[in-house]
């Protein structure tokens, strides 16, 4: 499959602003070792881009080769970066696939990740309609408090993913907790059924109601093969299945981020849905852009033919 266009932005839609990480993907597997630029927000937010969103993300990127990578990977999709220092030089992860189930690792700059939000970061934060936080260090408590109070303008505005790794944390019981508190302020959002075995131990439907039960507005629940599910504070809850597209599944590593980009693209365009109907084509149109994802090797989000 091709490498996607970008498709041209809207003028009326806002310039959304993305949180998290930044980093280079080695995937290693029986054909031998690749690069690709990549961390769970970095995706969300070519992603956005892809889909015609105007975007600035926030993200930590050193001034090293790896670091080139990164900017000239958003420069070629149009998203805007505000840099965080980064004095253990760029993020990198690697996946070794050799024996079949991935494993992961990742380096110092990876763990140690951390988001000054001040001076230009503040700037973009203080003038976005819609803030994503994907794969923030939740596990440190000064920098949920200060994510916090970035966000307090008294209107819902955030829409959050833990996107937790387990060889990122240093404490477990931090991380939820600190996101649990972060979520309870948001207007949607994002869990999956890894998250919820990493992080609570249970089910993504259990990981869910306590999300609701904590304040958020909506939660979006994702399980891989079985598809998607919006719940709602009243009870209702919109599913759907994996869209069914020509082609094999090639890498499933950005299903879960092309699924966020094309719900905060329709968010950003016509605000939070309301009714089962608006939720429902909301979701069939994430599952669809998932879908087509799926069917290239890497995270770049890919727009159905």
């Known amino acids: 499959m091709p490498e996607p266009e970008r498709t041209e932005a809207a003028q009326d839609t806002p310039r959304v602003v993305v949180i ?7 995937l290693r597997d029986a054909s031998g070792s690749r690069d690709y630029v990549g961390g769970a927000a970095l995706n969300v937010a070519v992603g956005l881009s892809v ?3 105007p975007t600035t993300l926030l993200a930590m990127v050193g001034d090293d080769e790896s670091g080139r990578l990164i ?12 840099t965080s220092p980064a004095p253990l030089g760029s993020a990198r992860a690697v996946s070794d696939r050799t024996d079949g189930e991935p494993r992961y690792a990742f380096n110092a700059a990876a763990k140690s990740r951390r988001f000054p939000l001040d001076g230009d970061a503040r700037a973009a934060i203080d003038a976005a309609p819609l803030v994503v936080v994907s ?6 408590t000064a920098q949920t408090d200060a994510l916090l ?3 307090s303008t008294g209107e819902r505005r955030l829409i959050v993913d833990p996107n937790p790794r387990s060889g990122m944390m240093s404490d477990r019981d931090a991380f939820l907790s600190n996101f649990v508190r ?4 948001s207007l949607l959002s994002k869990v999956g059924d890894e998250d919820a075995e990493l992080l609570l131990g249970d089910s993504v439907d259990e990981f869910a109601s306590r999300l609701l039960d904590a304040g958020a507005a909506s939660v979006l629940a994702t399980a891989g093969s079985k ?9 209702r809850e919109i599913t759907a299945g994996i869209a069914s597209l020509p082609g094999a599944v090639i890498d499933t590593m950005g299903a879960g981020d092309a699924t966020l980009s094309a719900t905060v693209r329709d968010i950003a365009q016509s605000g939070l849905p309301t ?29 159905p033919e």
């Open 275 to 303: 009714s089962v109907e608006e939720w429902s084509e909301l979701l069939a149109d994430a599952m669809l852009i998932a879908a087509a994802t799926c069917r290239a090797e890497g995270a770049l989000l890919r727009v």
């Open 135 to 140: 794969c923030f260090p939740f596990d440190d």
């Open 227 to 235: 598809g998607a599910a919006v719940r709602l504070p009243d009870g």
């Open 51 to 53: 889909l015609g969103v």
């Open 182 to 185: 972060v979520a309870a302020d």
């Open 20 to 26: 998290g990480d930044a980093l280079i993907d080695e």
């Open 149 to 151: 109070t970035a966000l």
């Open 71 to 82: 900017r000239d990977h958003l420069a070629a999709f149009g998203v805007e970066l505000i």
